[in-house]
């Protein structure tokens, strides 16, 4: 049997997010090929069917039915993803779900378990981790760049989604937040970064009891601000802010603190951006080549810093467009793993890890006590330098 070159997947749920899936997978992830896509409102099959000139709209169990259909990759909401993922699963297929994996560990477990007892992939987003700014920081880390990590920084913190979203009022359900909305990237890059979490403590807080959404007030379910502390397996801690009541700051999306030096690491949700290394060991020997009092010592410190920082060339071809969104990456390297044979660089044993390390930061809240994990998960495999992130093997 001559060997394929692609891998036939499935669209479930044809809603926002799965225009720039459906674009990147028509026009720059050639090792999958699009079956079918299907929407629990056919209606949104059929558009996403003409707009991107696909074979087929049907529902979603006429899709999972599809022998071409290898690989699933579930676009709806974040309630209908365990449902979605088991059914999938039980139809035979690989699944790459939008992040979560689940909305909660036991769910995370399950489907992760009967991935493995059929011998199949499952896992989550986010992707982002895989692109070339991530990618670099991973790359000077594993170099003894920054010498050994002792702690990091992680926030995302603003004003709140009903100010630009059309349909912003998940965000505010259970389901919804910042840490479950947005922290699954920056846990997934620490994680790619760092290795799994030991454990975590929390507090946080529904600051507002009612939002208004286009002139009408909504009740508020799950908290909108969070102050996190996490503990890694490795040694290294930190903290991570969530914020939906952030008017505006000055922190940054996340920076590595190491012995001999530090990185700033580019929005971990996007695929690429700005890496900045700050040398430690040259700021140390500035310093010390200083005479004279300890005052002298200590203005030098301060005013020599910027000759310290330089902005480090990212380390993968990348798109010049620094918030070029090349989400479905993740896809194209389970399809590269499926055809090669090897192990995807997202799995379901981090996908767990993630969802419960999201669990853990909520409990902690709730119990006022550190939550020890009870998962751990091997740091994904760097992407193969020098290759342009487009073009998967």
């Not at 674009?23 to 949104?44: G, P, R, S, W």
């Not at 890694?232 to 922190?251: C, K, P, Y």
């Not at 990456?329 to 055809?339: E, T």
Request: proline share 5%.
């Amino acid at each position: 049997m001559e060997k394929k070159d692609y891998i036939g997947i499935g669209i479930i749920g044809c809603g926002t997010i799965s225009d720039i899936y459906l674009t990147n997978f028509t026009q720059h992830y050639h090792n999958v090929k699009i079956i079918a896509c299907a929407d629990m409102f056919l209606e949104k099959a059929e558009a996403a069917k003409e707009k991107f000139k696909l074979a087929k709209a049907c529902t979603v169990d006429e899709l999972l039915k599809d022998p071409d259909v290898e690989l699933v990759v579930n676009l709806t909401i974040p309630a209908a993803h365990y449902e979605i993922n088991m059914k999938a699963l039980k139809a035979g297929k690989h699944v790459y779900c939008e992040k979560p994996l689940a909305l909660n560990v036991e769910e995370a477990e399950a489907t992760v378990k009967l991935a493995e007892q059929k011998g199949l992939m499952a896992c989550s987003a986010p992707d982002t981790f895989l692109g070339a700014g991530i990618q670099t920081c991973r790359k000077l880390i594993d170099a003894g760049k920054i010498g050994r990590p002792v702690g990091f920084t992680a926030n995302l913190v603003c004003p709140g989604h009903e100010l630009w979203h059309d349909a912003p009022e998940f965000y505010y359900k259970q389901g919804g937040g910042p840490m479950w909305d947005m922290g699954p990237y920056y846990i997934t890059a620490l994680v790619s970064l760092l290795g799994p979490v030991k454990r975590v403590s929390c507090m946080a807080k529904i600051s507002r009891s009612e939002r208004e959404i286009h002139g009408k007030p909504i009740k508020v379910e799950v908290p909108t601000h969070y102050a996190g502390l996490m503990e890694f397996e490795n040694g290294a801690v930190g903290n991570i802010n969530m914020s939906f009541d952030v008017w505006d700051s000055q922190l940054p999306c996340m920076e590595i603190y190491g012995t001999t030096g530090m990185l700033t690491v580019p929005d971990p949700n996007l695929f690429g951006g700005s890496v900045k290394f700050f040398d430690g060991s040259r700021l140390s020997d500035i310093v010390q080549a200083v005479e004279g009092t300890a005052f002298a010592r200590l203005v030098t410190m301060v005013t020599k810093t910027p000759e310290c920082r330089t902005e480090v060339p990212l380390a993968f071809p990348a798109d010049e467009d620094p918030r070029c969104n090349m989400r479905g990456l993740g896809v194209s390297d389970m399809a590269g793993a499926l055809i090669a044979g090897r192990d995807s660089r997202l799995s379901g044993e981090l996908s767990e890890h993630v969802v419960e390390v999201l669990a853990g930061l909520d409990r902690a809240a709730k119990e006022g006590a550190a939550v020890e994990m009870k998962t751990s998960c091997r740091r994904p495999e760097p992407m193969a330098e020098g290759k342009a992130l487009w073009q998967v093997d």
